[in-house]
């Protein structure tokens, strides 16, 4: 598919989106481009601010399958992969599959699920696959995980681990609206005399995937590559920094500048791909120290710190 005609489709599925999401144009044209570059991604702002409705709204837009679990203390590894259950006709034990096995998987309140069903779900996540007794099953393509996160409350929740984390392709906020925004959202849901939007598909799963493969056809100039590594490593050096950016952080930040190319009806990655996304696709793969940690600094500030300090090339 050529940029122009992804461009064009891209406008298309933000407009769907739009029927049902009111302004979050950051957080919507964001969310497009992760999933655009086949990534998972992680929601993390307070309730009641729009992030399953977004997730629901993709979904629909995209012409994709959906589910949605709420993850909870109690919720165990099959509960989302599925299980072996005896047949009692033939009486031979059958895989019956989980909520898992659809294209966008919103598992709304991540944290608040225990270790073993973040474990079954990373190794969906990072080798797309689902393991039940002895036997594996391949997931459907695309899969992609919108994952939900409250980071103020934590009473009953579980710190994801780091390796879980750096799975996400992004971490976003989604930020309240503003005036004429809140307005908006309370005159459309006058109108409509109903909670459910309908969101029109604009997409099949075929043409979604083509739009993934056009990903890879993106042309990016070794001085904006090395740009690109410049940032990433400026991470690791910064003194407030534990842990870096790692080189899967390099990956995921190609992908996604690529990704933001091609639906802006360009075949190439400017610099100004990479001071967009640098912030949500690196903050939540740093470490910061316990003292500086202290102070109030974050992972968002150490890679500000990194743009800040990395010359910017010039290009075509």
């Known amino acids: 598919m050529k940029a122009t005609d992804a461009a064009e489709l891209a406008e298309r599925i933000r407009t769907a989106v739009r029927v049902a999401v009111v302004g979050r144009d950051v957080a919507v044209d964001q969310i497009l481009t992760g999933l655009l570059a086949d990534g998972h991604l992680l929601l993390e702002d307070l309730p009641g601010l729009g992030k399953t409705l977004m997730a629901k709204s993709f979904a629909a837009a995209l012409g994709l399958q959906f589910q949605r679990v709420q993850f909870t203390a109690d919720l165990l590894p099959h509960d989302i992969t599925g299980a072996e259950i005896l047949d009692p006709r033939s009486g031979a034990f059958a895989f019956r599959p989980g909520p898992i096995f659809s294209n966008i998987l919103l598992a709304d309140e991540i944290n608040r699920a225990p270790p073993k069903v973040q474990s079954a779900l990373l190794e969906a996540m990072q080798e797309y696959q689902v393991t039940s007794e002895r036997t594996t099953y391949p997931l459907p393509r695309p899969f992609l995980v919108l994952a939900t996160e409250n ?89 407030r920094a534990e842990v870096g950016a790692s080189p899967r952080g390099s990956l995921a930040l190609q992908k996604l500048v690529r990704a933001r190319a091609l639906l802006r009806g360009r075949d190439f990655v400017l610099p100004d791909d990479v001071k967009a996304l640098a912030l949500p696709a690196l903050a939540h793969r740093i470490v910061v120290k316990p003292e500086p940690w202290i102070r109030g600094v974050r992972g968002e500030d150490v890679v500000r710190n990194a743009l800040e300090k990395v010359p910017v090339p010039k290009t075509r």
Do not use: M, W
Request: aromatic letters at 6%; proline letters at 8%.
């Open 151 to 239: 980071p103020i409350e934590l009473e009953g929740t579980y710190a994801l681990p780091e390796a879980q984390v750096d799975r996400f392709l992004l971490r976003l906020p989604i930020g309240y609206p503003t005036v004429d925004e809140e307005r908006t959202i309370l005159e459309r849901r006058r109108e409509r005399k109903t909670e459910n939007v309908a969101v029109a598909p604009v997409t099949t799963t075929a043409t979604f995937l083509d739009l993934q493969r056009s990903v890879e056809e993106i042309e990016l100039e070794p001085t904006v590559a090395q740009y690109l590594i410049d940032v990433v490593r400026t991470t690791r050096a910064d003194p």
